[in-house]
């Protein structure tokens, strides 16, 4: 890949590729060192977790089909789990990486090589930590580019550049975390946004370190696109430039128009600029987007610099482009809603059409009693919690998945609910406080191999109404409708999009509205499902699926490596 960036995180780990036929698989390997590095931002150091020394992380480079062996050897001084955010990893959930749901954590001074399995995806993905939030440091691409003698949908770009959208705080992750968990309130908001590690020249010290893209006018550039950040969606755009969605989440999509983009975190997206506006500087930005008006969030801009080549005088301000406001839930549903698949001829889809589970599950931020003699920052003195069918999750500290493996009793139960424990106006004003309060479990949902699922997710005005984006390991799926107020079972499927939907692994369920997914679960194993802010992971807002082994002898899990990490 010829680099336009003046950063390095694209330098990547070990890489090696066995000399195979051009039309079979390969197989690729990196070598992943888990360690504190001392990084500067904002006229402050601190030391912070990363992979090889490198924040953002390196980018994994494969084609369609391959087999990435990534050789994880933590280095640091706390545990480490790696996920591979957006592959399926047809029947091993080994590698999958959710800390005590398919493993346990890789410990200090140990190792795991994960084997990652690509199957049908192809675009942008990404990998990141997956225990605590060791996340917001240790996070990069996975590139999954067409097999050898296939080719883009779209006229091949000039270039690919990497945009990793995070954020950044001055203090220590793991101590933000702590903070936040014993406070029982919200987490202290960010100091800074970033792209590519860097917040921009917007906030201080930060101007030389600026990110840079510099292109040649009349030439076309793929944006690899990733919300790395904790706890917002964001909007995204390019001063003076139109974008082109082409894919999202490892699946390529109609050619979408847009002045603007809406990211969640944990989502992808491949986009087209066109370098075709006068030689000048142009600003790329990105900011929040937050719709609950009580949340404390981290209002400010990151952006980076859109250079063009050759000679002339640049402008001696940069323009910066015209993003939504931070609370416009109608531009943040607007665009995931314009999303459609190619569903071309070769790129077909195939949408579950007759459904045999059919599910409701609404998703609240609740609130439990805060410890005897304390007070803590949620309301009425009580701490912040989030449930899915009212089940505010009560982590293991042992692999579900093992368990499942090997017929271990007591781990968890298998009654999760296919709707939620009780009926009442989802996103009405107002809401009782006695609704507010969940249950603590550890229950999971068992799937026959290929049930076709119908997956509705309501979001609830329990406490407060707020947007998530929910993220389904082992699986894409299809985003087949979505609104906002309640879904009504007899109207909303009348309107759902069976033709082209959008394929996607991470969905912006809309604040107090709701989305319809539907997959079909041909992916046997254990398969966890949670909001991908981080603040509603910590308070409970996950389940899992367990989806169970088919007859013959390639719809069964395989066996588990020699070197799983233990507990």
Known sequence: MKTYMNIHFLVLGLLVVHGLMQSEAALVRYKFVVQESNYTRLCSSKNILTVNGQYPGPTISARRGDTVIVDVINQASQNITIHWHGVKLPRYPWSDGPEFITQCPIQPGSRFSQKIILSDEEGTLWWHAHSDWSRATVHGLLVVSPKIGTAFPFPKPHAEVPVILGDWWKNDIQTVMEDFMRRGGDPAPSDALTINGQPGDLYNCSRPETTKVHVEKGKTYMLRMVNAAMNNIMFFAVANHQLVVVGTDGAYTKPL???????????????????????????????????????????????????????????????????????????????????????????????????????????????????????????????????????????????????????????????????????????????????????????????????????????????????????????????????????????????????????????????????????????????????????????????????????????????????????
Not at 462 to 480: E, Q, T
Not at 500 to 524: E, H, K, Y
Request: aromatic share 12%; hydrophobic share 35%.
């Open 257 to 567: 128009k847009t002045n603007y983009l809406a990211i969640s975190p944990g989502q992808t997206i491949d986009v087209l600029l066109v370098a075709n506006q006068p030689r000048n500087r142009y600003y790329m930005a990105a900011k929040f987007y937050s719709s609950n008006p009580r949340a404390v969030f981290d209002n400010t801009t990151t952006t980076a610099i859109i250079e063009y080549s050759g000679k002339y005088t640049p402008t001696p301000s940069l323009i910066l482009p015209l993003l939504p406001a931070f609370n416009d839930r109608n531009a943040s549903a607007n665009f995931t809603s314009s999303l459609r698949s190619l569903a071309s001829a070769d790129h077909p889809i195939d949408v579950p059409i007759t459904i045999t589970r059919k599910l409701l599950y609404t998703l609240s931020i609740n609130t439990l009693p805060c410890a005897t003699n304390t007070t803590c920052e949620g309301p009425r003195g009580n701490r912040f919690a989030a449930s899915i069918n009212n089940i505010t999750f009560d982590a293991p500290r042992t692999s579900i998945l093992d368990a499942y493996y090997r017929g271990v009793n007591g781990v968890y139960g298998d009654d999760f609910p296919d709707d939620p424990p009780f009926v009442f106006n989802y996103t009405a004003a107002n809401l009782s406080t006695s609704l507010q309060t969940p249950m603590n479990g550890r229950e999971v949902k068992i799937l026959k191999y290929n049930d076709t699922v119908e997956l509705v997710f309501q979001g609830t005005n329990v406490v407060s109404g707020v947007d998530h984006p929910m993220h389904l390991h082992g699986y894409s799926f299809y985003v087949v409708g979505s609104g906002f107020g309640n879904f009504d079972r007899q109207r909303d499927p009348l309107n759902y999009n069976l033709i082209d939907p959008p394929l996607q692994q991470t969905i912006a369920v809309p604040q107090n509205g709701w989305t319809a997914i539907r997959f079909r679960a041909n992916n046997p194993g254990v398969w966890f499902m949670h909001c991908h802010f981080e603040r509603h992971v910590s308070w409970g807002m996950e389940m899992i699926f367990i989806v169970r082994n088919g007859k013959d002898a390639h719809e069964r899990m395989l066996p588990p490596p020699k070197d799983m990490p233990k507990c």
